[in-house]
């Protein structure tokens, strides 16, 4: 078993990224529905993201639903975006257990993606969590929500246009860290660690730019049953690659 001290002795990524994958799977092999699996896969997260920030890790994305996942039959759509919903009664922004699980951890919540497909209800709770956790500084977990990479490289395309044509952007202007400005995820750090779970080896539209220079690790394991240990694991297995970043390898 690897323990934290372990961890703790080489260089911890700052950013952490999560393909949460498999939740349907973990939930069907223990003849469950899908929506169990949801569930459990979203009660994951805090967990996941608590021993993250106990390592050192400044932020963690995880890719909640996807631009793409509007395709998913409507019932599945529907389960999904009902589930903070049910997370609100249970831990509500006003009493002592939100502050519990969210406040009390010193971790900030945000919400990249688009807004304009979201539901009132789902962008209210979204602007109170975000609203409530605002001033904690400890760790950032950043929930994507209908977020797609392309469909933000082309906001940030269309936004850079219009500051061209009335003329408070200049075109020869346009660098990286202009385009980096740009995104939905500005100002977090670049992703040095990407985990997908479940065996799939894609990245599925998330976080290209981001991931530009990330360590990639894939892993069997299904999203509800990746622990605390797994994700120690993982580290580990990112403190013995070489970045090199398109340069030489050291040594």
Known sequence: MIKRDKVLKRDVPKHIAFILDGNGRWARRRGRSRAHGHERGAMNIRSIAI?????????????????????????????????????????????????????????????????????????????????????????TLNICVDYGSKDELVNAAKSMAKKVANKSLNVNAIDEETMASHLYTHPLPPVDLLIRTSGEQRLSNFLLWQNAYAEFYF????????????????????????????????G
């Open 219 to 250: 892993t069997k394991t299904h999203w509800p049953a990746f622990s605390q240990k797994e994700l120690r694991k993982a580290i580990v297995d990112f403190q013995k690659r070489n970045r090199k970043y398109g340069g030489l390898k050291k």
């Open 51 to 139: 021993e993250a920030k106990e390592l050192g890790v400044e932020v963690m994305s995880v890719y909640a639903f996807s631009t793409e996942n509007w395709k998913r039959p409507q019932k599945e759509v529907d389960m999904l975006m009902d589930l903070p919903k049910r997370y609100e009664k249970e831990y509500d922004h006003d009493n002592e257990a939100f502050k519990k699980k969210y406040l009390a951890d010193d971790v900030r919540i945000i919400f990249t993606g688009r807004r304009d497909r979201l539901d009132n209800y789902n962008l209210g709770l979204m602007k109170r969590i975000e609203d409530a956790t605002k001033e904690n500084e400890g760790f």
